[in-house]
């Protein structure tokens, strides 16, 4: 099993560009989730999927779309990258939306120029 | 606010030491958990708790839900443990916050 996987690993985009992180799990988890982790502060919590068909706001959402493809793929959509959003954004995957242990992908670090 | 602080920020340890981070939140919760990052950035679950105490080889994890705190206590250090410690928490019903991290390294 490959566990959460994320693509790309980098990216660097220009000011305006617009980008899609991919993130897909094989373990048949309910719940999805994408943060971003930025020196300095703890993981924040951009969207989230409780389950196949649902997609909810979490902290930081201004900037981003969601796309909860199907069970196993959720993506992050930046439409117009600001400086901002230069970031490292991690996917990760739980059975469900109550505490449950979560599983990360190995991120996808991103600069905006 | 419900907010998530851990101590120390960094801690340097010779190898074989024994170490303890600490993780206190404002607020009650239903979950806590400590998570480690690699240093090449990956992020590993270990431990979820909600009350007492758990081991998993050389690492152990206690919360007090009364002084809401808890402490991530790894026995006979060795330079592989160097990451950074992150505990997070599920508060109420809500999804996880996250401490800033604790960034570890055991010299050999």
């Known amino acids: 099993n490959a566990g959460v996987t994320q693509t790309p690993k980098f990216q660097v985009l220009k000011t305006g560009q617009s980008m899609t992180l991919q993130c897909a799990q094989d373990m048949n988890h309910n719940s999805m989730y994408w943060y971003r982790q930025d020196p300095g502060m703890g993981l924040r919590l951009i969207y989230y999927s409780a389950s196949e068909g649902t997609t909810d706001k979490g902290e930081v959402p201004n900037g981003y779309n969601v796309s909860r493809l199907n069970k196993r793929e959720f993506s992050l959509r930046l439409e117009s990258a600001a400086p901002s959003q230069t970031s490292v954004y991690f996917c990760a995957s739980s059975e469900g939306i109550q505490p449950y242990e979560q599983y990360f992908g190995p991120g996808t670090r991103l600069t905006v120029t | 606010k419900n907010e998530v602080e851990q101590s120390p920020q960094n801690l340097t340890a010779q190898e074989g030491e024994f170490i303890t981070i600490n993780c206190s939140y404002s607020?009650?919760?239903?979950?806590l958990h400590w998570l480690q990052q690699h240093p090449g950035g990956g992020i590993v679950s270990l431990f979820m708790l909600s009350s007492g105490k758990k081991k998993h080889g050389r690492l152990i994890a206690t919360i007090n839900i009364q002084e809401k705190h808890s402490s991530l206590h790894i026995t006979a250090s060795h330079p592989r443990d160097s990451a950074v410690y992150i505990c997070?928490?599920?508060?109420?019903?809500?999804?996880?916050?996250f401490g800033t991290g604790t960034r570890l390294t055991i010299i050999p």
């Open positions: 997070a928490v599920n508060f109420g019903n809500e999804k996880l916050t």
């Open positions: 607020v009650g919760i239903s979950a």
